[in-house]
């Protein structure tokens, strides 16, 4: 019995070895030179569809990393893009689907008055190996559900270097 108290102690790490590995956290976020390339084509996919927009790109935390406007875009896409990105990445869904859920009369509803948020279709998570590593946001085409649409045109240019 003593033989194998002892084999145990010396195998099993000890409480503060334990302690030192569970006081770090370990995550991805997106670099600023992919957000970039995600902002730039999603941009370019609006502008091919006849829409000047804003685009946002923030890390996983909602720190904006990128942005480009097109040259005719309104001056409030640099705003409501960083604000769909930060609300994308801040909840953790897309802007699209948090406006359904942030319905007026719905339980959530309160959501719509936090001073960031922004519950309007454009906002959308990037993830990698199923972790949030970023989001985008886009302001300027003519609905939200464009707006959505750019996002995910951007966010599908930088999937095969993200490794999918």
């Known amino acids: ?32 030179e992919l957000a970039m390339q995600a902002a730039m084509a999603a941009m370019e996919h609006c502008r091919g569809e006849g829409y000047q ?6 890390d996983r935390s909602g720190t904006l990393q990128a942005f480009v406007r097109d040259r005719f875009a309104g001056a409030h896409v640099e705003e409501t893009a960083r604000r769909k990105a930060w609300t994308a990445a801040s909840f953790r869904t897309s802007t699209l689907e948090l406006g359904e859920l942030t319905a007026p009369g719905t339980i959530y509803a309160g ?28 302001s300027g085409a003519p609905s939200p559900d464009l707006d959505d649409t750019c996002a995910r045109e951007g966010i599908a240019t930088i999937e095969e270097t993200m490794g999918f």
């Open 111 to 138: 959501i719509r008055d936090l001073d960031q948020a922004l519950a309007l279709g454009g906002g959308v998570t990037i993830e990698h190996a199923g972790a949030i590593v970023g989001a985008i946001g886009v």
């Open 1 to 32: 019995m003593r033989t194998l108290i002892l084999t145990a102690a010396l195998v099993l790490p000890t409480g503060s070895a334990l302690a030192a590995e569970d006081a770090f956290v370990e995550f991805r976020t997106l670099k600023p």
């Open 53 to 58: 927009v804003g685009v946002a790109v923030t």
